[in-house]
């Protein structure tokens, strides 16, 4: 399985950008790349997946390196409601780390 | 239904006796897992069933954990001989196939508490 790497943690202010830069160096070439994202008290729900390049939702967009050793999430311009834990996936099985706690501030 | 349903919400058990946990997966998911998930911490995997394979076991924390899925729809995750440390949210997922390219979705889960 595919060792996922995040932060712990970021702070942002509402209206910011915030990217979460995941590392998967050992991704497999069949392995896709997905973000979840849980509020307190909820299970997680899925917010994005890709392959490879560019992937853009009306929530994020995913950013993957040709390599495809690393990706990147980012949510534009968040708001309050944005606070949340978000978890980076790779692999054949639907494995979660620690995941990174965003806290959005006003 | 609409979504992953989990039965009770709330379970509040003594220490020794057994639980059951139930999970109805959204209709035509071939795939099923459930996770637990400890106050603060992420989620640990605990097994999934796909489709009428052998379902991965390897997360299962000891022999007194165990799950079935009849039919391969409804499952039920039973804790025997309940210990304080089993006091988690218990989640159950489902997709429509198995692997992370697919999306799952997620119940609301059960809150397990062992007194």
């Known amino acids: 399985l595919a060792k996922t790497t995040q932060p712990i943690s970021m702070d942002s202010y509402e209206g910011q950008e915030v990217n979460i830069t995941c590392s998967h160096n050992n991704i497999a070439t069949n392995d896709y790349i997905t973000w979840y994202q849980q509020f307190p008290s909820q299970g997680p729900r899925f917010i994005i997946q890709?392959?490879?390049t560019k992937v853009t939702n009306e929530v994020a967009s995913l950013f993957i390196p040709a390599d495809r050793k690393s990706s990147t999430l980012s949510l534009p311009r968040v708001s309050l409601s944005d606070t949340a834990v978000y978890y980076c996936?790779?692999?054949?099985?639907?494995?979660f780390g620690a995941g990174t706690t965003v806290t959005v501030r006003a | 239904g609409a979504g992953v349903s989990q039965s009770p919400s709330n379970k509040v058990t003594e220490k020794g006796k057994d639980v059951e946990l139930r999970c109805d997966p959204i209709s035509g998911h071939t795939a099923l897992y459930w996770y637990r998930q400890s106050l603060g911490q992420g989620l640990e995997f605990l097994i999934y069933f796909q489709g009428n394979s052998a379902p991965d076991k390897s997360g299962l924390p000891s022999d007194r954990f165990s799950a079935e899925r009849t039919g391969g729809s409804v499952s039920t995750l039973t804790i025997q001989r309940t210990q304080q440390e089993d006091s988690a949210v218990y989640l159950c997922a489902s997709s429509y196939n198995w692997g992370v390219d697919t999306e799952a979705f997620f119940g609301q889960g059960t809150r397990l508490t062992v007194v």
């Open positions: 890709g392959y490879k």
């Open positions: 996936l790779v692999g054949p099985r639907l494995s």
